[in-house]
């Protein structure tokens, strides 16, 4: 960093240090390079005021020149090692017979049996997976936690597999995890899971997290909402029931979670997930940003024909909604039919009334929502369009003025 003149006003220059130290010490570990691809996803959690991502990302780069560093091992293993895991999980649940209701916990089972017996001992504590919102009640409103059920490692919610019908995605799944999963298999789902937050946060943010939160903006419950998917509820007692993610938002920040209940997975057709589909996320930056409109789209098409359309928004309103309009408009419709489209679009700006806030306007909202209809119609019908998806600004753009001109 200092070579490369990448520490500017050293305010930000800790963390950019320890997120491209831990780049370095994954690639010792597994096949992944340093390239500038890896750089910028490693960096995405960071700001730099001074606008010097240029001399730090080179400092990343500059990372393939150095050895591995061999980290000797301790000499003392930490007394918690020395403990089984089993122990350790033992000792917590002996801990929930023995103190007092009002004191402080922090537990984390392993299996949904610890989990039943955690929450029948402790049936006020508050869920925490990832804690990437969930703290923000504890940091910025001073709100206080007696006792915490940390839900993270409960292995029947980390599912993520393909069955016979469908996808079948945990609770406790990361955004990471399943953008790794997704990756070879559904490079558009990849593609949305990248500019979400930022590495740092995909690493703890949980799928779960991202839909009981039932927040307006969030950009996991439009693409279910495309999908159709089915949300697995699990209570207490053990018993479970299905939801569909269309019915799970009653209004703001309201869900049909009951108070007994956790969402232990979620479930999407594997025939619709082979269904042309495309999620549009619209910020003022590329990753660590809210979305001012979120756009989740699936087309089948049967003979040249729109049999079944999903339009679903995120940011739009108080939950997210689907444009039950425009989808009827357009289903029936050639896929090629340009006035079907535009009638689609009418529809739209019909029964949309967007909100407005610091993000955007509504009416810029309302003209967003309608251009990511016709760009996700461009690409049906086989037209290239740009998407901006991933790190996509070229080092031009990130170097001197000079050589810009001179790339121009």
């Given at each position: 960093m200092v070579a490369c003149h990448g520490s500017q006003c050293g305010f930000c220059t800790p963390g950019f240090v320890?997120?491209?130290?831990?780049?370095?010490?994954?690639?010792?570990?597994?096949?992944?390079?340093?390239?500038?691809?890896?750089?910028?996803?490693?960096?995405?959690?960071?700001?730099?005021?001074?606008?010097?991502?240029?001399p730090i990302i080179?400092?990343?780069?500059?990372?393939?020149?150095?050895?591995?560093?061999?980290?000797?091992?301790?000499?003392?293993?930490?007394?918690?090692?020395?403990?089984s895991k089993n122990d350790r999980v033992k000792t917590q649940l002996e801990r929930l017979q023995t103190e007092p209701k009002n004191s402080r916990n922090?537990?984390?089972?392993?299996?949904?049996?610890?989990?039943?017996?955690?929450?029948?001992?402790h049936p006020d504590a508050v869920l925490i997976a990832g804690g990437?919102?969930?703290?923000?009640?504890?940091?910025?409103?001073?709100?206080?936690?007696?006792?915490?059920?940390?839900?993270?490692?409960?292995?029947?919610?980390?599912?993520?597999?393909?069955?016979e019908a469908a996808l079948t995605i945990g609770a406790?799944?990361?955004?990471?995890?399943?953008?790794?999963?997704?990756?070879?298999?559904?490079?558009?789902?990849?593609?949305?899971?990248?500019?979400?937050?930022?590495?740092?946060?995909?690493?703890?943010?949980?799928?779960?997290?991202?839909?009981?939160?039932?927040?307006?903006?969030?950009?996991?419950?439009?693409?279910?909402?495309?999908?159709?998917?089915?949300?697995?509820?699990l209570k207490h007692d053990g018993s479970t029931r299905a939801v569909n993610i269309a019915d799970f938002y009653l209004g703001y920040k309201k869900t049909q979670l009951a108070s007994d209940e956790i969402i232990a997975s979620f479930e999407l057709s594997l025939n619709k997930l082979a269904q042309f589909h495309r999620f549009y996320k619209v910020s003022k930056r590329m990753e660590d940003?809210?979305?001012?409109?979120?756009?989740a789209?699936?087309?089948?098409?049967?003979?040249?024909?729109?049999?079944?359309?999903?339009?679903?928004?995120?940011?739009?309103?108080?939950?997210p909604i689907r444009g039950l309009k425009a989808e009827a408009a357009l289903t029936g419709k050639a896929i090629n039919d340009e006035q079907g489209l535009?009638?689609?679009?009418?529809?739209?700006?019909?029964?949309?009334?967007?909100?407005?806030d610091m993000r955007a306007s509504a009416k810029y909202r309302l003209d967003m929502a309608c251009n990511l209809i016709r760009k996700a119609w461009l690409e049906l019908n086989g037209t290239d369009v740009v998407t901006f998806s991933g790190h996509a600004v070229s080092d031009s753009i990130l170097s001197t003025g000079l050589e810009a001109s001179t790339h121009a």
């Open positions: 320890l997120s491209l130290a831990g780049l370095y010490e994954k690639t010792q570990r597994s096949e992944q390079t340093i390239d500038r691809e890896a750089v910028c996803d490693a960096i995405s959690g960071n700001l730099c005021r001074c606008t010097g991502y240029r080179e400092a990343g780069l500059s990372m393939t020149k150095e050895p591995m560093i061999k980290v000797q091992d301790a000499k003392e293993t930490p007394f918690v090692e020395l403990m922090y537990l984390q089972p392993n299996d949904l049996e610890q989990l039943a017996h955690a929450l029948k001992s990437t919102d969930l703290m923000l009640e504890n940091t910025q409103r001073y709100r206080d936690f007696n006792t915490l059920i940390d839900v993270s490692s409960v292995v029947e919610l980390k599912h993520l597999q393909i069955g406790s799944v990361t955004y990471s995890e399943l953008e790794d999963f997704s990756k070879p298999l559904y490079p558009q789902m990849n593609a949305l899971l990248s500019r979400i937050a930022s590495r740092q946060i995909r690493n703890r943010g949980t799928i779960g997290g991202n839909v009981a939160n039932a927040s307006p903006i969030a950009d996991l419950p439009p693409l279910l909402l495309a999908f159709d998917a089915n949300i697995q509820l940003d809210i979305s001012s409109v979120m756009l789209v699936r087309f089948d098409v049967d003979h040249g024909k729109l049999s079944d359309v999903r339009l679903a928004f995120g940011g739009m309103a108080a939950t535009n009638q689609a679009i009418d529809a739209l700006r019909s029964e949309l009334t967007p909100m407005s």
